[in-house]
Nanobody, 118 residues
């Protein structure tokens, strides 16, 4: 089955940085566009960023994170990354990775908590 395991979250001060990782299994990772999503309690999960399956990868970002976050991938390691800089309190959420667009066969992982607070 398809599985995603997110890691790298934590507590950081506003303006700080974090690098999230997502280990994928059960799919031919290199053939899928991938994305990061986030969710806070009481809110719907929202899309954050996408990277295409091509080498180098074309990227797209939500307006709220554009210019601050960078999505990347290492197909040899079946791993997706999200470099988050200039973090703001409103970035606080559980971050998830998945295919982008999300496929029905790909369930959500546990996510990794990112908390931005002074």
């Amino acid at each position: 089955q398809v599985q995603f395991v997110e890691s790298g979250g934590g507590l950081v001060q506003p303006g700080g940085s974090l690098r999230l990782s997502c280990a994928a299994s059960g799919i031919i990772f290199s053939t899928y566009a991938m994305g990061w999503y986030r969710q806070n309690p009481g809110k719907q999960r929202e899309w954050v960023a996408t990277i295409t399956y091509g080498s180098g990868g074309s990227t797209a970002y939500a307006d709220s994170v554009k210019g601050r976050f960078t999505i990347s991938r290492d197909n040899a390691k079946n791993t997706l990354y999200l470099q988050m800089n200039s973090l703001k309190p409103e970035d606080t959420a559980v971050y998830y990775c998945n295919t982008s667009p999300r496929l029905s066969l790909a369930s959500w992982g546990q996510g990794t908590q990112v908390t931005v607070s002074s």
